[in-house]
């Protein structure tokens, strides 16, 4: 077990505006917090975005950084605000209206994880989701803005691709035109993330190795996408969604036979975005 709160894969040379993010594949799991759950320790891992991190590896060698949680999705959510703590789990929480992701037990600290599943028992004290946050949420958003800025004084602007990964099922009642679910969603909140013109090359990137490409359906980015979106700011943030079922057993969370292809063809999508999306694109409003 490790107290770090993320890592950073650095390129030797920093040759691009990206920088590549994955704040739910962490996998390091306090064993005083496998003590306090009542799932054993493989449904504890379903809402895990299990290998993204392996997926994206090759970043660096081209120049861009990687982001990566080190603690899971489970103990701590990355990818919502310090502020959504559900009251159904945090003792002292006062309700504050209606937030569907809290409401669901999807809060900064998870009630629950997929399929509903509770976490624990009863609930946890103020201090320790305080602590949780301060410990690891906080210092893992600080390096992610401290990466963006490097990117905007080397670049004149900075473009976060935050790496996902969505059950298969999220995609099987998804009506589409040609009949075939897309591998990869591209979430910019709409376009209010990220510049039209950056969307299109990204998309274009996946596109070019043969994957399909949906946009803002049925993920159009959450907090990191909202917070951290601002083009017209030069500072442009993208999700992306990638189709478990394309890289792994969704059952055993193990690498299946054809992890290493998508690995090798993911290569091909970073070598593509990190040569197509230099320029600077114009100021979009917010």
């Known amino acids: 077990m490790s107290d770090a709160a993320f890592s950073v894969m650095s390129p030797q040379n920093l040759r691009s505006a990206i920088v590549f993010a994955s704040p739910h594949s962490g996998a390091d799991y306090p064993p005083q917090f496998l003590e306090q759950s009542i799932l054993d320790p493989h449904r504890i891992r379903s809402s895990e975005d299990a290998f993204v991190d392996r997926l994206f590896a090759a970043a660096p060698e081209y120049g861009a950084p990687l982001l990566r949680a080190v603690k899971p999705r489970a103990y701590l959510d990355l990818n919502r605000s310090p502020e959504e703590l559900d009251p159904a789990l945090i003792e002292g929480v006062m309700r504050r209206g ?145 189709d478990r079922s394309l890289y792994m057993d969704e059952a055993t969370i193990r690498p299946n036979g054809n992890f290493a292809i998508l690995q090798d063809a993911l290569r091909g999508v970073i070598a593509a975005m990190t040569d197509s999306v230099q320029e600077q694109p114009p100021l979009a409003a917010e």
């Open 98 to 242: 209606q937030n569907p992701r809290v409401a669901s037990g999807l809060g900064v600290i998870p009630r629950v994880v997929a399929g509903g599943q509770a976490i624990y028992r009863g609930k946890l004290p103020l201090t320790e989701a305080r602590s949780r946050i301060d410990s690891y949420w906080r210092p893992y958003h600080r390096a992610l803005q401290g990466l963006l800025d490097q990117a905007h004084v080397g670049f004149g602007h900075a473009i976060l691709i935050d790496c996902h990964s969505m059950p298969h099922e999220a995609l099987e009642t998804m009506p589409t035109r040609s009949g075939q679910m897309p591998d990869v969603v591209l979430g910019d909140r709409f376009g209010a993330a990220a510049a039209g013109e950056i969307v299109d090359r990204v998309e274009a990137a996946f596109t070019s190795v043969g994957l399909r490409v949906a946009r803002n359906a049925p993920f159009a980015g959450a907090y990191i996408t909202q917070a951290y979106g601002r083009p017209s700011r030069n500072q442009h943030a993208i999700q992306v969604e990638i």
